[in-house]
């Protein structure tokens, strides 16, 4: 079952968008390497707004097949309507926990991005995914590490801060903070073979770097539970201005800055 603290709602999808859009060319390149080609079919492991899904359905083609699920109704009604819009007609949706379904063995590829972070149990999940697969399949996930890795050169007060506050609200609520670092204990564990491994760093500093966007919009999404717990003064952060104030000290700064690190694994069954 997984422990989810950034929740569901409108906004809280929109920055999940947001996100996809810097995360794109890492989940590609994933997806590339692994081989995923015209006439394959795809899983997506807790799909969210439905975006690992389309960029799946974009490679496989007509010919192709994804099948998305996720738990959250809400996130399942958004990925279809935008799936339907974007005109991709190869994607099934499927409300339901990935980590208690067993499929019908007849995948070419499963994936998750940013779910075994959430996991009580990762190694459920990874187990499952299998159950997907047809033999010489691959499983696959995109993760985030959530432990220290963000950072700016010249140091930026602002940046800094705003980081470790992410992270270690992060931290009072997910179980495995550090899954993207641990894959191959957690493949080990599942039965898995050794994964194939990447990691690839978001970086930034010019005026119009996504950056800034996706950390505002990350801190606005976790700040009721950041305030919650002590961890930030009720008020004490204008998240409406954050944006603008990261950029404005970044720039003046002349300093390039690191997000989070992004850990890419994969093996076949």
Not at 32 to 53: K, N, Q, S, T, Y
Request: hydrophobic letters at 45%; charged letters at 20%; proline letters at 5%.
């Amino acid at each position: 079952m997984q422990n989810y603290v950034l929740g569901h709602s409108k906004r809280e999808l929109r920055r999940l968008m947001l996100q996809a859009d810097n995360l794109r060319p890492i989940t590609t390149r994933l997806l590339r390497e692994i081989g995923l080609a015209p006439g394959m079919r795809v899983v997506d492991l807790g799909c969210g707004a439905g975006d690992v899904a389309m960029l799946a359905a974009e490679i496989v083609g007509a010919t192709g097949a994804v099948v998305a699920i996720d738990r959250n109704a809400a996130a399942i009604a958004m990925a279809r309507d935008r799936a339907r819009a974007a005109g991709h007609a190869n994607i099934e949706f499927v409300e339901g926990d990935a980590s208690e379904m067993i499929g019908p063995g007849n995948c070419d590829l499963a994936i998750g991005r940013y779910v075994l972070v959430h996991q009580s149990d990762p190694v459920a999940l990874i187990r499952a995914a299998v159950t997907h697969l047809r033999p010489g399949g691959a499983v696959a996930f995109h993760e985030v590490f959530l432990l220290g890795t963000w950072w700016s050169f010249p140091m930026v007060p602002l940046w800094e801060k705003t980081g470790d506050l992410i992270f270690r609200t992060f931290r009072s609520v997910v179980t495995y903070p550090d899954a993207g670092a641990r894959m191959v204990e957690l493949f080990y564990k599942a039965g898995v073979g050794s994964p194939r491994l990447f990691s690839e760093t978001p970086v930034g500093g010019s005026p119009d770097s996504p950056l800034y966007a996706w950390a505002a919009e990350t801190l606005r999404t976790l700040l009721p539970r950041a305030e919650e717990i002590g961890l930030a003064a009720p008020g004490g952060i204008d998240i409406d201005r954050l944006e603008v104030q990261l950029r404005q000290a970044v720039t003046a700064a002349h300093a390039q800055i690191g997000f989070a690190h992004q850990h890419c694994g994969w093996s076949r069954v």
